[in-house]
């Protein structure tokens, strides 16, 4: 909207524009009531953070394979949440940024597949015939800025 004397945007959201928008993420929030184009949002904004840390990490071989990945995250317990809501999130978009499956191109024939070009897989799928463990450890800390999460790739 503009105002018709000043010819100046008027901006009708003023309590919120300009501010960053954060939301604390919860496995129940994400299978509960969510807003499936929130959900995508934040699934594609995590997954591309992952891929920011784990970008420069060495491709996987053949002979690596299978492999298991253990996490640990060091964080203030903030509710009663359980640790499958508090990782289950984490995990799938972990997965999803080691295999590359990030931001996805559509091809002549219509059909959607993993952008590849921009970005990497570090392991060649995150299916069972090359992920066939995965151990996530929930450390409590005192401090929220000392949190931490501390992500291994190893053979089985």
Not at 22 to 44: A, E, P
Not at 91 to 114: M, P, Q, T, Y
Not at 128 to 153: A, G
Request: glycine share 4%; hydrophobic share 35%; charged share 30%.
């Amino acid at each position: 909207m503009i105002d018709i004397t000043t010819h100046i945007p008027v901006i009708k959201n003023i309590r919120t524009a300009g501010k960053e928008r954060t939301i604390k993420i919860s496995g129940q929030d994400i299978w509960v009531g969510m807003n499936h184009h929130l959900r995508s949002k934040i699934s594609k904004e995590l997954k591309k953070f992952f891929y920011d840390a784990i970008k420069e990490c060495q491709v996987l071989d053949d002979k690596d394979y299978p492999i298991g990945i253990s996490i640990d995250i060091y964080d203030v317990i903030q509710s009663s949440a359980d640790i499958d809501n508090f990782e289950h999130i984490y995990r799938k978009c972990l997965h999803d940024a080691l295999a590359g499956n990030i931001e996805f191109v559509k091809d002549e024939n219509g059909k959607f597949s993993s952008d590849k070009e921009n970005y990497i897989s570090i392991i060649k799928d995150d299916n069972l015939n090359y992920v066939r463990q995965m151990v996530t450890t929930f450390y409590p800390i005192e401090n929220h800025d000392d949190s931490q999460m501390i992500i291994k790739l190893y053979k089985l």
